[in-house]
């Protein structure tokens, strides 16, 4: 904390003043005062993230080689270990090796990504104020002339910056290599809770709110360890409360069926419902009829008309992410929002 006296005026010829002077230009140089203070507290944690991102999205560029090179010998793009696509007819035995060489790997970096956002929340948000006012070094930054909002601002603006840049790169190689070997062919959809909070911007958003959920914590309850299980278990309901919601975020896309006829969407389409409906249109969740007994009669008898299947097609996935990622990104500002206003209350 040596270096927060540099944020204040020396006096009059001070070595301090003077460019030359190693201390003064190490805290002043292009971060600023505040920014290079923040980093040299934070500089292992925001540095083993960065690191992370670019092993991991290093790892994902050489992966996705490896794996179009196989699917390009096989010529098993697209195909799935049943598949009705005619050029697929014969591939069962290479999607198989495929998925026994290459979907542990894949597995293990959506686990990756979706922890993610947890990690962040646990490590860089909750203790980022806590720790200070756990030690009571904020007295010591506070009594300087820096303002309690101007610290606080260089307090989540660089470590914010290290997540986004993180993030964003580790995710973008994800969803690079998600490109050749995801959905039929590995077997590992777009819409399964690993796929979608692995993919695009949100493992990023979520990483956003878990720092400001971690920010928020520790400046109101001022205790690191109480902070980091507040905010493991308000990111556990989050994401559990978004796997609900997921589905409803955009409308639904219905296919119609004869009553008899067999119901077929595409395997990259995230099947949300299924059933019969009348001629009136009423939706039959429970239909009692068995195919081993009068099947046609007992159609009949409830005036199903057809079968129904709703589903989000594979077109809906950028949307249905964006969509998700808006909403968490909203209360990530909402969360920030409302810790600057905390702190301007209780600090001045």
Not at 8 to 19: E, L, R
Not at 41 to 67: D, F, K, P, S, Y
Not at 127 to 156: C, D, M, N
């Amino acid at each position: 904390m040596t270096s927060t006296a540099h944020l204040g005026t020396s006096g009059p010829g001070s070595t301090a003043d003077t460019p030359e002077h190693p201390r003064t230009t190490r805290g002043r140089g292009p971060l600023g005062g505040l920014v290079w203070l923040v980093w040299r507290q934070h500089r292992l944690v925001l540095g083993v993230l960065l690191t992370a991102a670019v092993g991991g999205a290093v790892w994902c560029v050489v992966l996705r080689g490896r794996m179009a090179a196989f699917l390009d010998t096989h010529h098993i793009a697209g195909c799935s270990q049943i598949s009705l696509v005619a050029r697929c007819e014969g591939t069962q035995r290479a999607v198989t090796a495929f998925r026994d060489a290459y979907g542990p790997s894949l597995k293990l970096a959506e686990v990756g990504l979706v922890l993610l956002p947890v990690l962040v929340a646990l490590f860089v948000g909750a203790p980022l104020i806590a720790r200070e006012l756990e030690a009571g070094t904020h007295k010591l930054v506070l009594s300087q002339s820096v303002g309690p909002v101007r610290w606080l601002a260089a307090k989540i603006a660089l470590p914010a910056a290290f997540v986004l840049a993180a993030g964003t790169l580790v995710s973008t190689a994800f969803a690079w290599l998600w490109q050749v070997g995801g959905d039929e062919v590995s077997g590992s959809y777009w819409y399964s809770v690993m796929g979608f909070g692995s993919l695009g911007p949100v493992p990023v958003a979520y990483s956003l709110l878990g720092l400001a959920i971690g920010l928020l914590a520790g400046l109101l309850l001022g205790r690191t360890v109480a902070a980091m299980g507040v905010t493991l278990t308000a990111m556990v309901l989050v994401q559990v409360a978004f796997t609900q919601l997921r589905s409803h975020l955009m409308p639904l896309v219905t296919a119609k069926f004869g009553a008899s006829e067999p119901t077929q969407v595409p395997d990259s389409s995230w099947l949300v419902g299924q059933g019969y409906y009348t001629s009136t249109g009423e939706r039959l969740s429970d239909l009692p009829c068995r195919p081993d007994q009068d099947f046609d009669g007992c159609l009949r008898q409830h005036h199903v008309a057809g079968q129904y299947i709703d589903h989000h097609p594979v077109s809906h996935h950028w949307p249905l992410a964006w969509a998700e990622s808006g909403i968490v990104l909203a209360a990530a500002v909402a969360l920030t929002v409302l810790a600057f206003r905390v702190m301007r209350r209780r600090h001045g």
